[in-house]
């Protein structure tokens, strides 16, 4: 759950960031009601992406559906890479899909290795082993 201190400092950064960015208490009562299912670190690149990725002053719209992560300059949409990993993660565990093959591992982890540090190291580690 978003804490309320993450959300205050991200909505000051938008309202630094955009000109005639406007925020009251009542519309930052509003905004935290509808923001308050993300978890600070989505909220915070939520914001980070807004902030580079809007080209005019955003709404709650904007940030709430704003997708993936901004990588050498470009948006990649490694948010869902990520779930996608966890799911496939879990599941295996349960034992319900068959092992995939080296290169398609390898494959996704270099895709999440631009977001996620835990994933460099695991490529790092299949790089080793090769």
Request: some cysteine; aromatic content about 12%.
């Amino acid at each position: 759950m978003l804490s309320r201190k993450i959300f205050d400092d991200g909505l000051e950064e938008i309202e630094n960031s955009f000109d005639g960015f406007i925020m009251t208490k009542t519309k930052a009562d509003i905004w935290y009601k509808y923001c308050s299912y993300l978890r600070d670190g989505d909220f915070k690149v939520k914001i980070k992406n807004c902030i580079r990725g809007c080209r005019r002053t955003p709404t709650l719209a904007d940030i709430i559906d704003f997708k993936g992560y901004f990588i050498d300059g470009k948006l990649d949409d490694d948010l869902k890479s990520r779930q996608q990993e966890e799911e496939w993660q879990a599941q295996k565990k349960e034992e319900k899909i068959p092992p995939r093959s080296e290169k398609t591992k390898r494959l996704t982890y270099k895709i999440l290795a631009n977001t996620f540090p835990e994933y460099r190291e695991k490529l790092k580690q299949l790089e080793k082993i090769e």
